[in-house]
């Protein structure tokens, strides 16, 4: 779902706004090394589809990555890890869309490291004194 | 010499023949690693044999049982185990260069329940590095090199678990260890046309496994029946100290008993009609006929759907976010340059962006789909469908293009943690083999393993084999 109300961009603003939102992501005094190859390169298939904000931000992480691991890759690579970033971002444009309550909570819950847990195989003899774990409100 | 009939029985076959004494575990493993040594390499199906290792287990199991010690339908016989399994001592590659020479001074919780019963490790199966963790275009992506399909050598034989799958087609073994995050039993089991058991999440301890993502991965049986699947899950299930994410021990116990035990009722099937969006002509041909089956054998078949969301998605995400968090140090050191896929080789750079917003969120949506799916199984004990909806690919095939059809069952098993099993359903017009899959609900892996039972009483293409000559 596009998120942005309607509001369009144009290119030269899309392209302004990754730089900002690059710069934003990247810790002060770290140069960008963005591959000329890279930056000039047609967007990714499926960008279109993606809503600006989204091409924004899939932008952004690329960018983020050439400014901390550009020099690993050549043109080739670049491509791949543009590509990457698009294909995430089209999963969590999706994603975002999906309608959450506030009160939906995660799958994942803590399992607090019991005392007995961690120590299965012995289990107190009948009539022992609560161990140490067990005193703990 | 055994003849070659004898290497392709079941477990629970050769299981009669060593408890009555009519075949000796020694000869069963030399039998084994003759034929392992004599077409594994072609297969490229094992990273490792272990035959002394495994001849030293084979006399000591024969010791065993003719001291009267019998320790059950796994006594004696020789299984290989996925190579991201810890084995004591011997190397766990994990399929992948920059762990090539890994050595653990432990084995896996899997490995030990298996040595425990008294199975026969024969060796490291292949595998795709890292379990495709790190994403791959093609089946060479491995240590190893492809796996090449038993039933056809120019095919490969899905991933992860290529060389369990390839072992266990070609028998030689008695049955495999594998392991899925997200098709990695399933898919191999397909294509190479045997039985595959993805467990409910948490019934089978990872303890030793190489980690890929904390909250999908699974180890399960790959075997030549689903009953041997049956057999073999009964080993290696448990709740394990090791692994927290274990549930707890009556919940994740089981325990085989043949036939007595399976529901008393017939089984009510859900067939789903919106999993694959299109089938291979062969594979939409077998799957009929796998329906018609259905129809005569089961209490009742109907239609079914499976809920529609971005599931693909939540898993997708999830999967990216863990493996940046398993693997984030090979990312960020850059040895992830030494994988051997042009993919795996920069795909994860990309994980590492995933922020803990949007993971939460694809958790989030994970709750609900749990949620729906549990209510989906009110009405069905076990849904059912094609596993895959084409079959073997060709090895030089770009996996981004030949299998990058939408996968919602996948994502959806694998995001609630339920069981799984393929089952060998027919053949395509290539000769090469086609997968049925029964899913169950969460915890009801008896129903799962008793629909492929059941369905392989009724049918013989587990019985098929390939001609290796």
């Given at each position: ?9 144009n ?7 990754a ?6 992501m ?29 091409r ?9 990555i ?14 791949s ?22 009160g ?34 | ?19 009555s004494?009519?075949?000796s ?8 690693l ?7 390499p ?8 272990m035959?002394v ?29 996925k190579d991201?399994?810890a ?30 019963v ?6 490291k ?11 791959y275009?093609f ?39 594998g ?13 190479c ?7 409910t ?12 993502s904390?909250s ?39 325990t085989y ?23 291979e ?20 078949v ?15 995400v ?7 968090s ?18 795996g080789?920069?795909?994860g ?12 969120t ?16 009110d ?11 084409a ?7 770009d996996?981004?293009?030949?299998l ?12 609630c ?14 000769n090469l ?16 393993l008793?629909?492929?039972q059941?369905?392989q ?7 098929k ?5």
């Amino acid at each position: 779902m596009n998120k942005s109300n309607g509001l369009k961009i144009n290119r030269r603003e899309f392209a302004q706004r990754a730089a900002l939102l690059s710069a934003a992501m990247v810790p002060a005094g770290f140069a960008f090394n963005v591959p000329a190859a890279a930056a000039s390169a047609q967007l990714p298939e499926g960008a279109e589809k993606l809503s600006a904000e989204s091409r924004v931000e899939a932008e952004a992480r690329f960018q983020q990555i050439m400014s901390q691991y550009g020099s690993r890759f050549d043109s080739e690579e670049q491509k791949s890890v543009r590509d990457s970033c698009y294909s995430l971002q089209r999963s969590l444009e999706r994603l975002r869309a999906f309608h959450l309550e506030n009160g939906d909570a995660p799958a994942v819950y803590l399992k607090p490291l019991l005392e007995r847990e961690k120590k299965p195989q012995s289990a107190p003899a009948a009539g022992a004194a609560p161990t140490a774990a067990a005193k703990k409100p | 010499m055994l003849k070659e009939s004898i290497l392709y029985e079941s477990v629970g076959e050769l299981a009669k023949r060593i408890e009555s004494k009519q075949l000796s575990p020694v000869e069963l493993t030399e039998a084994y690693l003759e034929r392992s040594q004599k077409y594994g390499p072609r297969l490229n199906a094992y990273a490792r044999l272990m035959p002394v290792e495994a001849l030293d287990q084979a006399r000591a199991a024969e010791k065993d049982i003719h001291r009267g010690h019998y320790r059950g339908p796994l006594h004696g016989i020789p299984y290989a185990a996925k190579d991201l399994l810890a084995v004591k001592g011997v190397q766990t590659t994990w399929g992948a260069k920059p762990f090539a020479e890994q050595v653990f001074d432990y084995n896996a919780t899997v490995i030990e329940h298996l040595k425990n019963v008294g199975a026969v490790l024969l060796g490291k199966a292949s595998m795709i590095e890292l379990a495709g963790g790190l994403g791959y275009n093609f089946a060479s992506a491995s240590l190893q090199g492809e796996t090449r399909n038993p039933w056809d050598i120019s095919c490969w034989t899905c991933g992860s678990s290529s060389g369990s799958g390839a072992i266990v087609a070609a028998a030689l073994a008695g049955f495999a260890i594998g392991t899925e995050t997200w098709g990695s039993i399933l898919c191999p089991s397909a294509f190479c046309g045997v039985s595959g058991f993805r467990p409910t999440y948490g019934r089978v301890s990872r303890h030793g496994a190489m980690a890929l993502s904390y909250s999908l991965d699974k180890i399960g049986p790959m075997a030549r029946s689903a009953e041997d699947c049956t057999r073999i899950f009964a080993a290696i299930a448990g709740h394990d100290p090791l692994d927290r994410s274990t549930l707890p021990v009556d919940r994740a116990a089981f325990t085989y008993s043949p036939a007595a035990d399976l529901k008393k009722h017939g089984l009510r099937v859900g067939w789903l009609t919106n999993a694959w969006k299109e089938y291979e002509p062969g594979v939409a041909k077998a799957i009929q006929a796998a329906h018609k089956v259905l129809l005569r054998h089961f209490a009742s078949v109907k239609d079914a759907a499976l809920p529609e969301g971005p599931w693909e998605e939540a898993a997708g995400v999830i999967l990216q976010a863990e493996v940046a968090s398993s693997f984030g140090e090979l990312i960020r050191s850059g040895r992830v340059k030494e994988l051997h896929d042009p993919q795996g080789r920069v795909g994860g750079y990309a994980n590492l962006t995933v922020t803990g917003g949007d993971y939460t969120t694809a958790q989030r949506v994970r709750e609900i789909l749990q949620k729906k799916m549990e209510a989906l199984f009110d009405s069905y004990d076990v849904l059912a469908t094609a596993t895959l909806p084409a079959p073997a690919t060709p090895l030089t095939m770009d996996l981004s293009k030949g299998l990058s059809f939408p996968d919602p069952l996948g994502a959806i098993g694998n995001l609630c943690g339920l069981p799984a099993l393929s089952v060998p359903c027919g053949f395509t017009g290539k000769n090469l083999p086609v997968g049925l899959q029964f899913l169950g609900r969460a915890g009801d892996d008896a129903a799962v393993l008793q629909a492929g039972q059941t369905f392989q009483h009724a049918t013989e293409w587990h019985r098929k084999r390939p001609s290796l000559a």
